[in-house]
Structure formats: structure tokens, C-alpha cells
């Protein structure tokens, strides 16, 4: 399990390499639990410390060697959808 830290700028909880939940909930596949997140208000452009945000890691999961699933497209395109109704 990693540490997770308050992140007081976005009043969210972050892990030390600047990851919210919404991070761990994708990396998990959890279709269910990132709809939570997102209507809790989580940034979907929330940025890690190296510049990755929900958005890149649902992709990268698709381009990555292990087999995708239907849960990663659908991931994407939810926070796509997200990310241009927010504008």
C-alpha cells in the first residue's frame, strides 16, 4: 500500500509520486469507482509529478504489452467525454 499525503492545493489525497485516487481507480479498471471519483469532483487533468494525468495512464494501458480490456476503452472515452464538457 503507498503512503497517500493531502494535496491542499486540490483538496485531494495524493500518493508520493503526486498520484490521486482517480489514478489507482484506472489503474484498476474500476469503471464504477472512477465515475465515483469524478463526481466527488477529482481533476480529470490532474497532473503526477512526472506530467502523467488519468487521461495518459488509461491510454497507456491500452498501448501496453499486456492485453487490454473493454474497461480501458471505455475508460478512455469516459474521461475524453469529461474532459471536453468541462470546457
Known amino acids: 500500500a503507498q503512503a497517500f499525503l493531502p494535496d491542499t492545493d486540490k ?3 495524493t500518493d508520493e509520486q503526486g ?6 481507480a ?3 479498471r474500476d469503471i464504477l469507482e472512477v465515475e465515483r471519483l469524478l463526481t466527488m469532483g477529482y481533476a480529470v487533468n490532474h497532473k503526477d509529478k512526472q506530467g502523467h494525468t488519468p487521461l495518459s495512464l488509461a491510454i497507456d494501458q491500452i498501448n501496453s504489452k499486456q492485453p487490454y480490456k473493454a ?3 471505455q475508460l478512455v ?3 475524453l467525454c469529461l474532459l471536453y464538457t468541462s470546457d
Open 11 to 13: 483538496q485531494e489525497i
Open 77 to 79: 472515452q469516459l474521461l
Open 26 to 28: 484506472i489503474q484498476e
Open 71 to 73: 474497461q480501458d476503452y
Open 19 to 24: 498520484r490521486t485516487l482517480l489514478f489507482l
